[in-house]
């Protein structure tokens, strides 16, 4: 089992920064990276960005290309999403998962979200 624990939400200006991170726990060691989903309130949930464990390559969904930088100390078992020049658009529950393949095509465990709300 794997519990991820997001932190870091808030409610910012349009134009702000915010860092959240996510802490994994449990059985981690086989992982092959960790990524972050948003979701915004009647919407379906989006990917963000995705980072590999072994060797730090990283990909982003094209609305955040830019802006937002995902990271990970692997000593430390957490990813980090720095977000810069946040928009109104970016209000949604953000979401961390870890995956245990080489494919972004399926996360395994998923952490329970934390609020960003962009004013404008």
């Known amino acids: 089992q794997v519990q991820l624990v997001e932190s870091g939400g808030g409610l910012v200006q349009a134009g702000d920064s915010l860092r959240l991170s996510c802490a994994a726990s449990?059985?981690?060691?086989?992982?092959?990276?960790m990524g972050w989903f948003r979701q915004a309130p009647g919407k379906e949930r989006d990917f963000v960005a995705d980072i590999s464990r072994s060797d730090g390559s990283t990909y982003y969904a094209d609305s955040v290309k830019g802006r937002f930088t995902i990271s990970r100390d692997n000593a430390k078992n957490t990813v980090y999403l720095q977000m810069n020049g946040l928009k109104p658009e970016d209000t949604a529950v953000y979401y961390c998962a870890i995956r245990f393949q080489y494919g972004r095509s399926r996360y395994d465990y998923w952490g329970q979200g934390t609020q960003v709300t962009v004013s404008s």
């Open positions: 449990g059985r981690t060691f086989r992982s092959s990276g």
